[in-house]
């Protein structure tokens, strides 16, 4: 899980880094939180993020503008932090999942991320099938995706798709923090990794038989990836 925190006050930024830290620790859910104390370094960053606290007046630029820029990515989930009341409406106009009136307390910060997290776990992607109809499913379902000469497969415990969208398509709607692409054929959701090779991985059940070779260029990246995700990113 990928969080960042935009706030110009230091004091607000340390508030909710130790709150979410608590969070994610007490619920044994991997996580890497980024500071930015101005919008331009938010929107000037190249990670992409699950969730986003953001304070609506910052120093550099109107937090509404800068959650105009994040809303893009409609993945990300932005949740609104400020001590002014009166820009509720214009949040609210943006989708964003919560508004937190400061000052920033444990109890409302644990309730916006249970929400966000609920939020991410359910997910909908709507595949295009093969056979001319569509489905919607969570994306936290999928277990993995390949691509082989013209056909693209996604596969979940409980069933196989083949579908008309290409990876490129899927990736593009898959950028929850959990996937990760091993080899430019494969698409994988870090949660069902059972194990891990420099240059493979495997799957767990009903997949536990499925190993997928991870390319050579994409090797370093791919580890730094699954390491920092399972929280083990530090010890390297």
């Known amino acids: 899980m990928?969080?960042?925190?935009?706030?110009?006050?230091?004091?607000?930024?340390?508030?909710?880094?130790?709150?979410?830290?608590?969070?994610?620790?007490?619920?044994?859910?991997?996580y890497e939180i980024v500071e930015f104390e101005n919008g331009a370094e938010l929107l000037n960053s190249s990670l992409v993020f699950d969730i986003v606290f953001l304070d609506i007046e910052l120093g550099d630029l109107n937090g509404i503008d800068v959650a105009k820029h994040l809303r893009k990515n409609?993945?990300?989930?932005?949740?609104v932090t400020t001590s002014y009341i009166q820009y509720l409406d214009a949040a609210m106009d943006l989708h964003v999942l919560r508004f937190i009136n400061?000052?920033?307390?444990?109890?409302?910060?644990?309730?916006?991320?249970?929400r966000a997290q609920s939020e991410i776990n359910e997910k909908i992607i709507f595949l295009n099938l093969k056979s001319n109809s569509i489905i919607k499913l969570s994306i936290s379902?999928?277990?993995?995706?390949?691509?082989?000469?013209?056909?693209?497969?996604?596969?979940?415990?409980?069933?196989?798709?083949?579908?008309?969208?290409?990876?490129?398509?899927?990736?593009?709607?898959?950028?929850?923090?959990?996937?990760?692409?091993?080899?430019n054929s494969y698409i994988v959701n870090m949660n069902y990794i059972n194990s891990?090779?420099?240059?493979?991985?495997t799957l767990t059940e009903p997949y536990n038989n499925v190993k997928?070779?991870?390319?050579t260029r994409k090797q370093p990246e791919f580890k730094r990836k699954f390491l920092?995700?399972?929280?083990e990113g530090d010890n390297e």
């Open 2 to 30: 990928k969080i960042a925190i935009c706030d110009d006050i230091k004091e607000y930024r340390l508030s909710i880094r130790t709150y979410t830290e608590a969070y994610f620790n007490d619920n044994y859910i991997p």
């Open 74 to 79: 409609k993945n990300t989930i932005i949740l």
């Open 102 to 114: 400061k000052p920033i307390t444990q109890q409302k910060i644990f309730s916006a991320l249970s």
């Open 141 to 183: 379902e999928i277990v993995y995706i390949e691509a082989r000469i013209k056909k693209v497969n996604v596969f979940t415990c409980n069933n196989i798709y083949t579908v008309k969208d290409s990876l490129k398509t899927l990736k593009t709607e898959l950028t929850a923090s959990y996937f990760a692409v091993p080899h």
């Open 196 to 201: 891990f090779k420099r240059d493979e991985i």
């Open 212 to 215: 997928i070779s991870i390319a």
């Open 228 to 231: 920092d995700y399972i929280g």
